[in-house]
């Protein structure tokens, strides 16, 4: 049986891709980097374990140990874990860091896959099992956009997509065409908050692919968790990049976007 490895974080792709993966006759290694891995993905996976994401020494034996050739990371990992302090850093990722330019999402993870490829493991694309997940373009939800909602996706993917070059992060709210808030370190649902607060609500989210999207990292993701941020906040509208995002849960994310009046397009 083939192998594969899988680096997890918080949220449901990484037990979507180990029961995919499965269903293909793989036999799916999973390591679980953060604290908050959905509990299902043990049971999913045919090994699991627990490694913290700094402790990469050990993330690299364990992986070779089970015959590990081809990895994929897939889940919440949020860059602020590196800043905090929460997460230990062994002397493998302190000298892998030290050695970077600078601490941007994709040069630390171009900086972990060729650690990972000089010990034989390959990154795998993060869409390649679970690419069905992808929706493509149209309206979602049974609401659909208004006039103005539509002017402020438009905007919104644009100025998403320029943050995106500058590697900044993946999402902006905005409103009436302005921007309220852009992600950077603390994530998605913090970045929703705080631009729906400045919006007073009714604002549009929109989340884009970089540019030059690598599909081994990052890959931008929007699912449950979204929609309760954007509930929370007030927020009226999201839209997504067509072909390029993974709308996780689909179910339970469109109920409950239908249940809050939220619209939801993929553009």
Do not use: H
């Not at 999913?44 to 034996?61: F, P, Q």
Request: hydrophobic residues 45%; glycine residues 12%.
């Amino acid at each position: 049986m083939k192998v594969i490895g899988l680096l997890a974080g918080v949220g449901r792709l990484p037990v979507d891709f180990a029961r995919a993966a499965s269903g293909m006759g793989f036999a799916v290694i999973a390591i679980g980097v953060v604290p908050g891995v959905d509990p299902e993905l043990a049971q999913a996976a045919s090994r699991y374990y627990s490694i913290n994401a700094g402790e990469l020494g050990r993330v690299v034996a364990a992986l070779k140990q089970e015959g590990v050739q081809e990895v994929t990371m897939l889940g919440k990992v949020t860059k602020e874990l590196l800043f905090s302090g929460a997460v230990a850093l062994d002397d493998r990722m302190k000298r892998l860091l030290a050695g970077l330019n600078d601490q941007n999402d994709d040069t630390i993870l171009l900086a972990l896959a060729k650690e990972l490829a000089g010990e034989g493991i390959g990154v795998l694309d993060q869409t390649a099992l679970i690419r069905s997940q992808m929706p493509g373009a149209g309206v979602l939800t049974r609401r659909q956009p208004t006039e103005a909602e539509r002017a402020d996706m438009e905007y919104g993917l644009e100025m998403a997509r320029q943050i995106g070059g500058l590697d900044i992060g993946q999402t902006v709210v905005v409103k009436n065409r302005a921007v309220m808030a852009v992600e950077a370190i603390e994530g998605t649902d913090a970045c929703i908050l705080r631009g729906s607060a400045l919006g007073r609500g009714g604002v549009t989210v929109a989340k884009t692919a970089k540019p030059n999207q690598d599909a081994r990292f990052d890959v931008p993701a929007v699912g449950p968790d979204t929609i309760r941020a954007m509930i929370e906040g007030g927020a009226a509208a999201l839209v997504i990049e067509a072909g390029k995002t993974l709308l996780v849960d689909r179910r339970t994310t469109l109920q409950l976007a239908e249940e809050n009046g939220i619209t939801i397009v993929a553009m």
